[in-house]
């Protein structure tokens, strides 16, 4: 039972540069209510350079990193890492809860670590499937068995609500709430802080349209990532205003096949990754999205760029339906079609460009914190994430 007189002790658990960025603005909003919430940060650093990076940037720094990351580990040695490290600081820390969020290794290791304490878990971005239990592989996979051992699931969408509640969820124990990388993303957009990135300067000096350019996912290495290469290839050499930027992922497997192809070629910049915050303005400086990323995918509609997506599947089906999105696979002659429609076509653009984001409207950490308080029967339930009524208002 949680004490109504005390803070509640909520400890987060991330180890990826996604999971911190979705997760910071919760951790923050706590930190500046200390008479409500003591946020307790533990980091696995499954990613570790790009992990710091957002760290960083928001001035976050963990209580607890247990640093698992070794060249080449595989999915058994990274689940038996968190969890082993995890388990003595649940068990001396005794926190109210335990907040997990998305779909990484990390996440399932956090919630079921959690589970073996007791501990009350709670899944921020509950709900996602592609009903493909190998792609995204491991991350669907991770998201359902995440699903068995939460107890509080915060669904950022009501497809993802619908999910839930098929697979047995009780509706008392899933809150709508929006996704934080909204809340994240706006709360990047309003510093007044400018970008001074050389290659955004450069571009905008050359008067080119710029492609952004993500792809690092399990399913994508190898062959499909090599096809993803040569639709580039052939993008710049169909369009001559276009530059293609590509920061490329940390991963061995991503960099050995995309700098043998990409590297030292015309109009096209590999960089290594780029923080949140430059991340956020090369979007916004962006004319057209490529990309893998999950969040990029919710981002990229809230500063009016189109994306196309370099997956078979997606989890994010709700963009698609909007037409914030397009599914385009790893196919490249698929990619430089639909692509080439988009530099080619204004009102193919402009459709795309001006649909609503359906992922949230900047208050969904607003939300979880009332429902966690609501749960430590301290608060009413809050009122859900309404896509409809976001979008009216944004109007």
């Not at 649940?90 to 501990?119: C, M, R, W």
């Not at 915050?277 to 490529?290: C, D, G, Q, R, S």
């Not at 893998?292 to 089906?317: F, H, N």
């Amino acid at each position: 039972m949680i004490s109504l007189h005390t803070p509640i002790k909520t400890a987060f658990i991330f180890g990826t540069r996604p999971e911190a960025i979705k997760l910071v603005p919760l951790i923050r909003r706590m930190r500046q209510m200390p008479e409500s919430f003591q946020p307790l940060t533990i980091v696995t650093a499954q990613h570790r350079e790009m992990l710091d990076q957002v760290l960083d940037l928001f001035s976050i720094t963990p209580e607890y990193d247990i640093g698992i990351i070794r060249p080449r580990q595989t999915l058994a040695e990274i689940m038996a890492n968190a969890v082993r490290g995890l388990d003595t600081i649940l068990a001396n820390e005794k926190p109210d809860f335990v907040v997990v969020q998305g779909d990484t290794s990390t996440t399932f290791a956090g919630a079921l670590a959690a589970f073996y304490h007791k501990i009350s878990v709670a899944h921020v971005e509950a709900g996602l499937r592609t009903q493909n239990r190998y792609n995204p592989f491991p991350e669907e996979i991770n998201r359902r068995l995440t699903t068995v051992v939460t107890d509080i699931h915060f669904a950022p969408t009501a497809t993802a609500v619908d999910n839930l509640r098929v697979e047995g969820v009780a509706p008392e124990r899933i809150w709508l709430t929006g996704n934080t990388v909204i809340d994240a993303l706006k709360d990047v957009v309003s510093w007044n802080r400018p970008c001074h990135h050389p290659v955004i300067q450069q571009i905008a000096a050359e008067n080119r349209r710029m492609l952004f350019v993500t792809s690092h996912r399990r399913e994508s290495q190898g062959e499909p990532q090599v096809r993803i290469c040569k639709a580039i290839l052939q993008l710049v050499q169909m369009h001559p205003d276009i530059v293609v930027v590509f920061p490329v992922h940390l991963s061995p497997a991503v960099r050995d096949t995309v700098m043998p192809l990409l590297a030292d070629r015309e109009r096209i910049l590999l960089l290594d990754p780029v923080d949140y915050f430059e991340t956020v303005h090369f979007m916004k400086n962006a004319y057209l999205i490529l990309t893998d990323s999950g969040g990029i995918q919710e981002e990229a509609p809230g500063l009016g760029k189109p994306v196309l997506v370099l997956r078979d599947t997606t989890e994010r089906p709700e963009g698609i339906a909007a037409g914030t999105a397009k599914l385009v696979g790893t196919d490249m002659s698929r990619i430089v079609e639909e692509a080439t429609r988009l530099l080619s076509c204004p009102e193919a653009y402009r459709r795309m460009s001006e649909a609503v984001n359906p992922y949230g409207d900047g208050q969904a950490c607003r939300r979880i914190i009332q429902a966690l308080n609501h749960v430590a029967g301290r608060a009413d339930s809050p009122l859900p994430f309404d896509a409809a009524a976001a979008a009216h208002h944004n109007e």
